[in-house]
């Protein structure tokens, strides 16, 4: 299953946050990306490679 990943999108990855959330915001996009915790609001950087394995729904940014 292959997204097209964009800044402002939702992406759930397969396992959970320790806050509990599995829903990420992405806030920049390249070779790595800068994911934004939707519970917690914690900010981390994770490999494009680690995100499109784990990727289990992806919700578009409204325009």
């Given at each position: ?8 999108d939702i992406v759930t990855l397969k396992k959970p946050h320790p806050c509990g959330s599995k829903d990420w ?39």
């Amino acid at each position: 299953m292959s997204y097209t990943f964009a800044v402002g999108d939702i992406v759930t990855l397969k396992k959970p946050h320790p806050c509990g959330s599995k829903d990420w915001e992405i806030l920049r996009v390249g070779a790595d990306f800068r994911l934004k915790c939707q519970g917690c609001g914690h900010q981390i950087m994770v490999s494009r490679k680690l995100v499109e394995k784990n990727a289990r729904d992806l919700k578009k940014a409204e325009q």
